[in-house]
């Protein structure tokens, strides 16, 4: 049988993968950009490997995943943190013992750490919203001082909406860490691939079955014969987009949240103190990257990115984070059904297929799996 991936991104890249290695079967990849490795592209510009859609760092608990990936690059052993600027004051997120010391006086920074190690587990995470829940006068004071300066104004931000128009699932994502550790992940295995993401994905995809066509879209006729190919058992197609513009939009567009990155080159050794700095209270923008930290590269000059999140405007902009609420997913869901009702042999996955926010190994395992099943 022969395979249309649609979408050159980390998904269709494993998933072409896998398949010419499994299966031995042929492969067709098309990517509507001019580049492979999706959101994850990443180029070099005066010696910096730069990320084009902001920073992604590389976290999994997952051994299989971590396999996988490794037998086509090497990692370095960044580990990632976060700077917030609150207040004027730079401390780390998520909110942890060692934030309470930066950002308050240490008579009230020791009365908060003893009060919390009596009332929660060391090393345990409390989402936001649970930790919102104090009876305590002085953790109260905490759980709102957290809130107010880190987390709701920079989701408002983010999303473009008040918080309480979103899913819990986003304040899920947000916690309150009762340990030393300061790192934004705690996976075992953690890095940047050391050439950096588009080698990687070019290395996943570089098979004698896999045929990569870029700048082309799936659409018009090619879509509608691909489709039908598909109803005879002549064709398998993975299907990595989003699945409203799969179904010509049948039943609506599906909201996202878009991004603008303001990239600048900066003739000093660092702009700022860390990879990523966010500012939560302050400026339009949500954070600054600064690309040279992930891979220690030494340079005389720096390059930075600015990240506006914007609305989401069909052919205008890209698709970056699905609004995860119950109408959004009520639509997703219709979506799927039809689809699941109408098509065989069509299988949509990925953060857009899925219209589900995925962190990398999130998408290497679902490919994973996927394959597997076939």
């Known amino acids: ?6 979408g050159a991104g980390i998904s269709g890249a494993v998933v072409a993968n896998l398949l010419a290695e499994k299966l031995s079967e042929e492969i067709t990849v098309l990517e509507q950009r001019v580049h492979i490795a999706g959101n994850c592209f990443d180029y070099k510009e005066d010696g910096i ?40 004051i730079h401390t780390t997120i998520p909110f942890s013992i060692p934030s309470i ?13 003893r009060k919390l190690l009596e009332k929660y587990t060391y090393g345990s995470k409390v989402p936001i919203s649970d930790f919102l829940q104090q009876d305590d006068e002085d953790l109260r004071f905490l759980a709102n001082f957290v809130y107010d300066k880190i987390f709701k104004d920079y989701t408002a931000k983010q999303w473009g909406v008040k918080v309480s128009e979103l899913s819990s699932k986003v304040s899920s994502r947000v916690p309150v860490n009762i340990s030393m550790d300061q790192r934004y992940f705690t996976d075992k295995y953690q890095g940047i691939p050391v050439n950096g993401y588009t080698e990687m994905i070019q290395r996943i995809l570089d098979h004698k079955l896999i045929s990569v066509k870029l700048n082309s879209c799936f659409s018009g006729d090619l879509k ?3 489709l039908k190919d598909s109803q005879k058992g002549l064709v398998r197609i993975f299907y ?7 179904l010509d939009y049948k ?6 949240r878009s991004l603008k ?15 990523v700095v966010n500012y939560p209270c302050n400026y339009d923008f949500t954070r600054i990257h600064e690309f040279k930290y992930f891979l220690s590269e030494q340079t005389p000059s720096t390059i930075i990115a600015k990240e506006y999140p914007i609305e989401y405007k069909l052919g205008e902009n890209e698709r970056y984070y699905p609004i995860d609420n119950h109408s959004n997913n009520s639509l997703y869901q219709r979506y799927k059904e039809h689809l699941q009702a109408t098509f065989t042999n069509v299988f949509v996955l990925g953060r857009l297929g899925d219209y589900h926010y995925y962190d990398m190994d999130d998408s290497v395992e679902k490919a994973l799996n996927l394959i597997h099943s076939i």
């Open 261 to 275: 990155f303001e990239f600048s080159k900066v003739n000093r050794d660092f702009y700022q103190e860390n990879s």
């Open 49 to 88: 490997t730069v990320q084009k859609y902001g920073a992604h760092i590389f976290h999994t608990d997952n051994i299989e995943v971590w396999k996988f990936l490794r037998r086509y690059t090497d990692f370095n052993q960044y580990m990632h943190k976060v700077v917030a600027v609150i207040d004027g």
């Open 224 to 226: 509608s014969e691909l």
């Open 1 to 6: 049988m022969k395979n249309i991936v649609v």
């Open 240 to 246: 990595t987009g989003s699945i409203d513009e799969l």
């Open 101 to 113: 010391y930066s950002t308050f006086p240490p008579s009230l920074a020791q009365k908060l750490e």
């Open 251 to 256: 039943y609506g567009v599906l909201p996202y």
